[in-house]
């Protein structure tokens, strides 16, 4: 029977209940919820299976060992005496990302570099070569954690960020970030069991994570390759058996995912993105400015988008903007649930609307809300009633 070991997932602020629960129904044991990440236990499959099918993990970490530092040279030392040929060949690459939270520690990089500095000559003094550093495509990605006097190594199974799925080809002005928009989705409670539309939708990320998350569609599918795949002990025909079993639990949607951009050329970058995904039977995409638009039909409907916040697209009058949205949504779209991202709170009291929610989240380095809009068909004492 395979062995069980400890995981770490690391996510963005605000999703880490959303992971926890991901990670529950994927079949991990021992969860524990910390900020921005969630530990978890499972065997080398379920390493494959998380880093595939995971809409809101980031990072999944495989600690290998922990160690108190006190010194930049008791690092060295520690790091020194770990067994990386175990791990690599000393012709291979490595890339050495480092986070500290300490008072004695306060340069990540430095960290980074003295990590580094220890592995490449624990294989010149054992081997006689040493592994290059290769940034982009190492044959291990090592990640080094010190919380004030306690180091935690782990092997990087993801490689590059899992929110780069790798359907998008064609980037628009401040596009979302995949991990974010499917959180944001998933928080909104929709799951496929109706229409949903992005009226500003720029390069179509949260419909194609929208069309994903209806029809089951691992999300990592389209990603060119994990860190896990250069270990020694990658096993191709397990990781084979895992994703064709996620592949089986891929369903039909049965409603419309609709986008909406005013802009042409943003609009143009969506429907590549989308077809690279292979969701263009999914989603319908059209130049339209939301202002000047209504609900096409009577069914209900999830709005999600993010709206300018006159920071990396400016506007020129943010506050008329925001008024806009308010009245468009009360004007033309009775029946929906509006969700909408900002960091721009100014801007966001001349909505008009009372949101029913407010979700604290991170757009990047911009503290964000996520606000909820529920819009009644008719009264809201009528639909009550």
């Excluded at 949607?253 to 077809?275: S, T």
């Excluded at 039909?297 to 400016?314: A, G, H, K, Q």
Aim: aromatic residues 10%.
């Amino acid at each position: 029977m395979a062995k069980n070991f400890k995981m770490l997932a690391k996510t963005l602020y605000g999703l880490e209940a959303l992971l926890a629960q991901e990670l529950r129904q994927l079949g991990a044991s021992n969860i524990e919820i910390g900020t921005r990440n969630v530990t978890f236990e499972g065997d080398m499959g379920f390493m494959y299976k998380v880093n595939l099918c995971c809409r809101t993990a980031i990072k999944v970490l495989k600690p290998i060992t922990g160690f108190n530092v006190f010194t930049e040279d008791d690092l060295y030392k520690k790091v020194y005496e770990i067994p990386w040929e175990q791990y690599m060949e000393a012709n291979g690459s490595l890339a050495v990302d480092a986070t500290v939270y300490s008072k004695q520690f306060t340069h990540s990089q430095y960290i980074a570099l003295k990590t580094k500095d220890a592995i490449v000559d624990r294989f010149r003094d054992k081997e006689g070569e040493r592994p290059n550093v290769d940034l982009d495509h190492p044959t291990l990605r090592i990640n080094v954690h010190i919380d004030r006097n306690i180091c935690t190594i782990s092997l990087d199974s993801s490689g590059q960020s899992l929110h780069k799925r790798g359907y998008k080809i064609e980037n628009t002005i401040a596009p979302i970030n995949e991990v974010l928009a499917a959180g944001i989705i998933m928080l909104s409670g929709w799951q496929g069991q109706c229409d949903f539309l992005d009226p500003m939708c720029g390069g179509g990320t949260f419909l194609t994570e929208a069309a994903m998350i209806a029809c089951n569609i691992p999300p990592n599918l389209n990603r060119a390759e994990f860190g896990f795949e250069t270990w020694p002990d990658f096993d191709v025909d397990l990781y084979e058996v895992i994703e064709e079993a996620a592949l089986k639990k891929i369903k039909d949607f049965h409603f419309k995912i609709y986008g909406y951009d005013k802009d042409p050329l943003a609009l143009r970058k969506a429907k590549e993105n989308v077809r690279n995904a292979n969701l263009s039977e999914f989603i319908e995409l059209e130049v339209q400015d939301f202002f000047a638009t209504e609900k096409q039909t009577e069914r209900p409907m999830y709005l999600v988008f993010n709206p300018p916040y006159d920071e990396r697209i400016s506007v020129t009058d943010i506050e008329k903007f925001y008024a806009e949205i308010g009245n468009t949504l009360k004007r033309g779209y009775p029946g929906t649930q509006a969700w909408m991202i900002t960091s721009n709170m100014e801007a966001l009291k001349h909505v008009g609307l009372r949101p029913s929610r407010r979700i604290k989240l991170y757009n990047g380095k911009l503290e964000s809300k996520l606000v909820r809009y529920e819009m009644y068909e008719g009264s809201r004492k009528a639909s009550k009633q």
